[in-house]
């Protein structure tokens, strides 16, 4: 358990880099195209395509940080009033569901990269289209293992006979 | 009968807790597989999404907003107008409004305002003699108040969802919002002056200082809607230019906020920006199959054998979008309800713009509506006292809400004005 939460950090780690680095390319580019058009009635030809795909980027990789902090947008009724035990099956059961829902999308998303890739479609410069959309499927995998991950810490809170608040900080 | 099953099971899974975007997709995975649709048709429709155009604005203007968050800038504005309201009777209550109205239009109406700035304002108004129960009311439903104003991202994504055009959606906003602000406050000086708070004397030399102070950060407005306005921009554009003023000013003038801080800052507002995006991508698939199903035909069919006139339909919209706001939440009610609506509303000759400054302040409204608004809840936990407690609070101010919501529907005219 703990060396797939190490693992999880880690990965996380990397996507903070990545959002901040991806993020200021975003704005200087799109600042850019503006100076660009205005001062020099110019600009750069591939840059409001990049910068599209800088949203997509920004885009995956913030939700799937979303998943890992338990920040995505829910509505969450019974949760409310229903505390102790009872949260923790609801909160395990979502999480399984969301795990099975997010490998459905995984396996949807490679489909579609590998339908890119047969199709050879070209974005801006001649580069192919599926180096900028693998961070689909990609960021949906890490999904599933986040959702699986807080399944496991669910399911071992119930497996463990009177929630102890320690085992919390433990795992 | 399957169909069915899975509805409710969908319904069930969304209120234990499940995130928005894994039961929308769910929903849209079944129904693709079921009428024999390649499930990659679901990535084709959030990929077409989040590259669409316009979304560019949505991450460039919510970073503007942490970045406005994290600064002394609601601490400028509080001061501002402390220096310009600070005489009237109820002045802090009045200063408290425009505040949560400015924050919650930058930030994204997402429980931040509430959370942020009722720390600051509560026991600031506790300090001022004003009454708890009348406090907590007005900061519970300050909540969302300002989500008309641009650019705030409720407004944006109802442009995405509904196809309407962006800029004049944010200039219709802007005088249905500025009537939220101006009867609430009205309502706030009356009810200041019954419970005798004690006032301050206007000071010129304060509001000087207060102006010099904020002199960066007033012509903002005129950034994010001027060139809008204008024109001149387009609003991706104008979301670039915000990004990078407000990054030079807290940055480099104001150095409010250290360089280290700003990745952490930008990680936080692209974890909410993400957040909305996966939604928005997972409606998209689900929309396009109700669509196909013409389900949007089937459900104006019933509403025009039932329901005749536009009045009697504006009713029911209302009453139905404040369910929807107070129990799903203002984006998940924004991207499942809109694409349905839209074309109803239109068959009842009601104009597109209108129908979305009606839209959005409902869920406002809906979002501080007892027994499940959202506003209610943070503010429970924020201000450490039982929802029931705030229920009450805040019941005097729904109040006046519902009275400028039936204003806001029933005179177009305000909506539209600026745009003619």
């Known amino acids: ?171 | 009968m399957i169909l069915l099953l899975i509805v409710i099971l969908t319904i069930i899974l969304m209120l234990i807790g499940a995130p928005i975007f894994v039961v929308i997709s769910g929903l849209a995975l079944y129904l693709f597989c079921s009428s024999q649709i390649d499930l990659s048709a679901v990535i084709i429709e959030m990929h077409r999404m989040a590259t669409t155009p316009i979304l560019v604005a949505i991450p460039l203007f919510t970073f503007a907003g942490y970045l406005l968050s994290e600064s002394g800038a609601p601490k400028r504005l509080i001061r501002l107008s402390n220096a310009i309201l600070g005489w009237l009777p109820g002045g802090l209550s009045v200063i408290a409004l425009i505040t949560c109205a400015v924050f919650t239009a930058l930030t994204g109406a997402t429980g931040l305002t509430i959370i942020a700035l009722g720390g600051i304002l509560l026991p600031a108004m506790m300090r001022g003699k004003y009454p708890e129960l009348f406090s907590l009311g007005l900061l519970t439903t300050s909540g969302t108040l300002g989500l008309l104003f641009p650019p705030s991202l409720p407004l944006i994504v109802y442009a995405i969802v509904a196809k309407v055009r962006i800029d004049q959606l944010f200039i219709a906003g802007i005088l249905p919002g500025i009537l939220l602000v101006v009867l609430l406050s009205a309502f706030c000086v009356i009810r200041s002056v019954r419970a005798d708070v004690p006032k301050t004397r206007f000071q010129p030399g304060e509001l000087i200082n207060a102006i010099k102070e904020a002199i960066w950060e007033l012509p903002l407005p005129v950034v994010v809607l001027g060139g809008i306005y204008s024109g001149y921009f387009a609003v991706s554009e104008a979301a670039a230019i915000t990004a990078v003023y407000v990054l030079l000013v807290e940055m480099v003038i104001y150095r409010d906020i250290k360089f280290r801080e700003l990745p952490e800052i930008m990680k936080r507002s692209m974890v909410l920006v993400g957040g909305v995006l996966i939604i928005l991508g997972a409606a998209m698939g689900l929309t396009n199959y109700l669509i196909d199903a013409e389900i949007p035909m089937r459900l104006l069919d019933f509403f025009k054998t039932n329901i005749e006139s536009r009045f009697l339909f504006l009713v029911v919209l209302n009453l139905f979008l404040l369910a929807v706001g107070c129990t799903m939440g203002i984006f998940s009610a924004l991207v499942v309800v809109v694409p349905l609506l839209t074309p109803i509303g239109q068959a009842y000759g009601i104009d597109p713009i209108h129908l979305g400054i009606i839209f959005l302040t409902n869920l406002e409204i809906g979002a501080s509506l007892p027994p499940l608004g959202i506003n209610l809840f943070i503010s429970s936990m924020r201000f450490e006292r039982p929802v029931l407690n705030l229920y009450v609070a805040s019941l005097p101010f729904i109040v006046i809400l519902l009275l400028c919501l039936a204003i806001i529907t029933y005179l177009p005219w305000l909506s539209l004005v600026l745009l003619k």
Not at chain 1, 49 to 62: K, P, Q, S, T
Not at chain 1, 63 to 75: C, N, Q, R
Not at chain 1, 92 to 98: D, G, P, V
Request: hydrophobic share 55%.
């Open chain 1, 1 to 171: 358990m703990n060396r797939w939460d190490q693992l999880d950090d880690i990965i996380s780690k990397v996507e903070k880099t990545l959002v901040v680095f991806l993020l200021s390319l975003m704005i200087l580019v799109a600042f850019l195209q503006i100076v660009l058009r205005n001062l020099f009635a110019t600009g750069l030809s591939w840059g409001d395509v990049l910068v599209r795909y800088l949203v997509l980027w920004v885009g995956f990789i913030g939700a799937t940080l979303a998943t890992k902090e338990g920040k995505h947008i829910t509505i969450e009724v019974f949760s409310r009033w229903v505390s102790g035990r009872g949260e923790i099956y609801l909160n395990a059961i979502a999480h399984l569901c969301s795990l099975c829902i997010c490998s459905l999308l995984t396996y949807a998303a490679i489909k579609f990269i590998n339908f890119e890739f047969q199709m050879k479609s070209t974005t801006f410069l001649g580069i192919p289209a599926w180096i900028f959309e693998f961070i689909i499927p990609l960021t949906f995998g890490l999904m599933t293992l986040r959702f699986a991950l807080r399944f496991f810490k669910e399911i071992a809170k119930i497996m463990t006979p009177n929630s102890d608040p320690k085992l919390d900080k433990k795992l």
